[in-house]
């Protein structure tokens, strides 16, 4: 930062807190208290026909004598959850880029839309740990690892903070099974909570981000959102946390306690605050104290973010879903992909070739979970529609769908590739509201149900659709791992007919596939790829663009391999062992290890230098050569395998990663660097973070699989 911009910083700091010191001692409590929750949520979601994101929500702050702006909240991670905004593909699939100046890029396109639409409050950056693949939000979040998580996160609130907007990091903490969410006692060490579960939080908030939503299960017997130890002796003590706090969307806080515990607002009513509260302190059972300090972070956020400098003089609605946005929504595509088996070189098409599409999911606007992280974007390419477009009408026709299979599969024909869709829809996966409860969650549309029909071949089969995607029309966890039986059906139906079958999964997390990999000759998962994903996949199958995603998660070849999940447990605990952390040091064979993807390149990794600096942090050096004949990009992958004499920890852990380019046959030295105090345990007896010293071993790769790795070692 320059000296004029620091000074000017400075400034505005002092104004601000003049300013809020005025505001303190000027409002009343009632003004005060009226700050910490949001307002008006059911009011307004009735009058705008129960839309979703139909305006901004307000979600805390606003005091009109005191000139205080509100937060005017939207949703994320995908896009802005209001208007037609651009839709980008799920943070998993980004999560699979490995691309952090991508998703920063993302962020400040999300920035700016979210201006255009009167919002200076996002709720994009979630980054709980997925600990099972069964969770229903899986798609919202970033992946397996904490690291990875951190990065990710870090980068896409710095872009969303870049046009005055705050950035609300969520679910804080632990939130990672979608059913029980409002009820499950999550129990963890208070090892476990510091390495696993919370390192990549505080690097989100050391990466600035202003505002964290606590989650809305327990901890350690305490709901979050009023779990003290989380919000005040961690968040703010141990981690400096300046910002501001607000609870989840309903039932996010039971008692006027939680203003006490560090919750400074309740969304998206006052339910527990408002009066209550104002009761409390009256009573004396709460002091005015926690009110003005909650005011004064409230009032900090919003009035530093509306006095800044503005980057831009006005936020015109042609900001959303611009061209460059939709650009940014395909490069995203088109890096999330996941090309995960290759059968001699079926891909990509080396000509125009004719192509069988099947599967109902080949027609359907797919872009995942429809509660709020719901993004209805102007239009949608379906992988029909984008196949169509590259290859040629005449050149690609749907055969059918699963629920047609013996149609489908005759429809076949003479064609180069059989293309299957396969995955799931927010029906399998996504958010899930019980009860009456309705923040927007929708069954399928109208035209989602005619195009399912349509892909059945029949006008009348509608409700033969059903089996497939109507387990809940509310969504929720996963009941299964594996496709569908339908399917699988149909996979196994094609694969026994034709040598050439690629299927393609749209999916949020991992999908299990040892009942028919070994028959299709390949393999492409592409999550829930946005409003672009059919464009991306055309260019994939045609070459005209490389794969290079990585998984983000560990794939099994069996669920007994992955840990025990319960979506209506009361009580979880959660230990050291999950993702590729799990799998290596239990000695388990994943299907697809964290980490794997492939190319239509290949890529040699060859001199590693590892090298401590002068304050201990260490540097590592490694080249990187495409020894292919067409450009591509590699995804450079760090693990440190600890000593482990002193404790049990993974075997290897993640800690840098970057993604490079490189034309055919060029060659680029990589550096990336990791802070020594990543490399810490938690020792349980003080309570604090230690160093073991000792022999590392450091190992370069491609993916986490250890076979694959170079590895050299340093004394630390
Ligand atoms: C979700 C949050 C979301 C909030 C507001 C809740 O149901 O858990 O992720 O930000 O609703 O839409």
């Known amino acids: 930062m320059s000296s004029q911009h620091q000074s000017q910083n400075n400034s505005l700091a002092a104004r601000v807190e003049a300013q809020i010191e005025a505001a303190l001692s000027d409002a009343s409590l009632e003004e005060k208290v009226a700050m910490m929750s949001g307002h008006g ?56 880029s490995f691309d952090t100046d991508l998703e920063y890029r993302i962020g400040e396109a999300m920035s700016l839309e979210l201006r255009a639409q009167d919002c200076n409050l996002s709720g994009a950056v979630c980054v709980n740990l997925l600990r099972h693949p069964a969770w229903g939000r899986a798609q919202e979040t970033y992946g397996e690892d904490s690291h990875h998580l951190g990065e990710m996160g870090a980068a896409l609130a710095a872009g969303l903070q870049v046009h005055n907007v705050a950035a609300t990091v969520k679910h804080f903490a632990l939130n990672s099974i979608e059913n029980s969410r409002f ?197 949608v390419v379906t992988p029909l529609a984008g196949l169509q477009e590259r290859f040629g009408e005449s050149n690609v026709h749907f055969a059918g769908s699963e629920s047609n299979l013996d149609t489908a599969v005759h429809n076949i024909g003479d064609v180069d590739l059989v293309l299957i869709v396969a995955g799931y829809t927010a029906d399998e996966e996504g958010e899930y509201i019980p009860g009456d409860i309705n923040l927007g969650q929708e069954a399928p549309s109208a035209d989602e149900l005619d195009a399912r029909a349509e892909a059945a071949g029949d006008a009348d089969t509608q409700e033969d659709t059903k089996p497939q995607h109507t387990q809940s029309a509310r969504g929720g966890d996963r009941i299964d791992l594996g496709l569908p039986a339908a399917q699988i059906a149909l996979i196994k139906a094609c694969t026994a007919r034709h040598n050439n079958v690629l299927v393609v999964i749209q999916a949020g997390s991992a999908v299990l596939v040892d009942d028919w990999i070994d028959d299709a000759a390949g393999l492409l998962h592409v999550f829930y790829a946005g409003m672009e994903g059919g464009k991306a996949l055309a260019q994939i199958i045609a070459g005209d663009v490389n794969p290079s995603g990585h998984l983000p998660f560990t794939v099994a070849r069996k669920a007994e391999d992955y840990p025990f999940f319960d979506r209506e447990a009361a009580v979880m605990e959660y230990d050291l062992w999950h993702g590729y952390g799990k799998f290596q040091a239990q000695n388990l064979q994943p299907r697809f290890p964290f980490g794997f993807g492939l190319s239509y390149t290949q890529f040699e990794y060859r001199a590693l230098k590892a090298r401590t600096d002068s304050r201990g942090d260490i540097t590592v050096q490694v080249s990187v050569r495409n020894t292919g004949q067409v450009a591509g990009a590699s995804v450079v992958q760090v693990y440190i395998s600890p000593p482990n004499a002193v404790v049990k920890r993974w075997p290897r852990l993640l800690k840098a990663f970057q993604r490079v380019e490189l034309a055919a046959n060029e060659q680029q030295t990589v550096h990336l660097s990791i802070r020594r105090e990543s490399l810490d345990y938690w020792d349980e007896k003080p309570g604090s973070w230690r160093f073991e010293a000792g022999r590392y071993a450091i190992e370069v790769g491609q993916s986490s699989d250890p076979d694959t790795l170079i590895s050299c070692e340093l004394e630390l």
């Open 41 to 96: 949520f059911f009011a307004a979601f009735v009058e705008d026909d129960r839309v979703w994101g139909a305006r901004p929500y307000r979600a805390g702050g606003g005091c009109e004598r005191l000139e205080l702006p509100f937060f005017g909240f939207s949703d994320g991670p995908r896009g802005v959850a209001r208007g037609e905004s651009t839709c980008f593909p799920v943070a998993m699939a980004r999560g699979a």
């Open 183 to 379: 009820y499950v006692d999550v129990r963890v060490s208070q090892r476990v909570l510091h390495e696993l579960y919370l390192p990549h939080f505080k690097r989100i908030i050391d990466a600035g981000c202003q505002t964290v939503m606590s989650a809305y299960n327990k901890l350690n017997g305490e709901y979050c959102g009023q779990n003290r130890e989380l919000l005040t002796d961690i968040l703010r003590k141990d981690w400096g946390f300046k910002g501001v706090v607000h609870s989840d969307w309903i039932m996010g806080v039971y008692q006027p306690y939680g203003a006490e515990a560090g919750l400074d607002i309740e969304n998206p009513e006052p339910v527990h605050f408002g009066q209550k509260l104002v009761d409390a302190v009256n009573d004396g059972h709460i002091s005015p104290r926690v009110i003005d300090q909650a005011c004064a972070r409230i009032m900090r956020v919003l009035w530093t973010n509306q006095q800044a400098e503005d980057p831009r003089d006005h936020y015109p609605l042609s900001l959303v879903a611009c061209e460059a946005h939709r650009q940014l929504a395909l490069e995203a595509a088109q890096k999330s992909a996941v090309l995960l088996k290759n059968t001699h070189t079926l891909l990509p098409l080396q000509a125009i070739r004719k192509i069988a599409v099947l599967g109902q999911l080949a027609v359907v606007k797919n872009t995942g979970d429809k509660g709020s992280s719901r993004v209805r974007a102007p239009y």
